[in-house]
């Protein structure tokens, strides 16, 4: 269900690069959540760093949403850069065993296989 690389890069690093990656596959980054900052703004002691990326491909999103416009609430993918004791990882759930439980649409299945496939290339290029 997970996908989780680890990177020896810095938390930065790996935020900047994976944003990078989005682009070059042709996804674009609609927001980042700084999870840690906002704890932490919040007075809740936080030790650990996450940004969670909202990415979209709008093709892909128009496919999902024009078979079931319900699926808009498993919209945006979601990819983490975070760190754990001490280590940077690079995460998502998948969007296919999501999709999988959510949809029994063949075309929906093979249009999630397509994104994660993409995600991963993402997250690998990125660590």
């Not at 969007?95 to 496939?117: G, H, I, W, Y």
């Amino acid at each position: 269900m997970y996908y989780i690389v680890e990177t020896d890069k810095s938390f930065e690093q790996a935020s900047t690069d994976l944003e990078s990656a989005v682009k070059h596959h042709s996804f674009g980054v609609l927001h980042v959540h700084n999870i840690g900052n906002t704890l932490r703004g919040k007075g809740i002691a936080f030790e650990e760093n996450c940004n969670v990326f909202e990415v979209c491909n709008p093709g892909q999103a128009a496919k999902v949403l024009a078979s079931d416009m319900r699926l808009n609430m498993a919209l945006p993918c979601r990819i983490s850069v975070y760190t754990e004791k001490g280590k940077t990882k690079i995460g998502m759930i998948s969007p296919a065993q999501m999709l999988s439980a959510l949809s029994q649409d063949p075309a929906l299945t093979q249009v999630a296989k397509e994104v994660e496939e993409k995600i991963i290339l993402m997250m690998n290029e990125a660590k």
